[in-house]
């Protein structure tokens, strides 16, 4: 019996990240291959569109966390 594996880096994320002019740190880039091993969709698998879908996601919940940490600040 023949089996195949397909594997993404970290490179793969921060490649994709530069192309749509997004600078993340190999941490985040990390984060963010672990995610999308964690949750992505064996029916549709992984691909470059969804790399920038959990990139773009990535990039929003950050957004939005430094948000609330300014609120939070800013009540202090």
Same mark, same amino acid.
């Given at each position: 019996m023949k089996t195949i594996s397909i594997k993404w880096s970290t490179d793969d994320v921060l490649g994709t990240a530069e192309s749509m002019e997004i600078e993340l740190t190999e941490q985040e880039a990390d984060k963010i291959l *672990?995610?999308?091993e964690r949750c992505h969709d064996a029916e549709l698998?992984?691909?470059w569109l969804v790399i920038e879908s959990y990139i773009e996601d990535f990039i929003q919940a950050k957004k939005e966390f430094e948000?609330? *940490?300014?609120?939070?600040?800013n009540k202090n």
């Open positions: *672990d995610e999308l698998g992984i691909n948000n609330a *940490d300014n609120i939070i600040k």
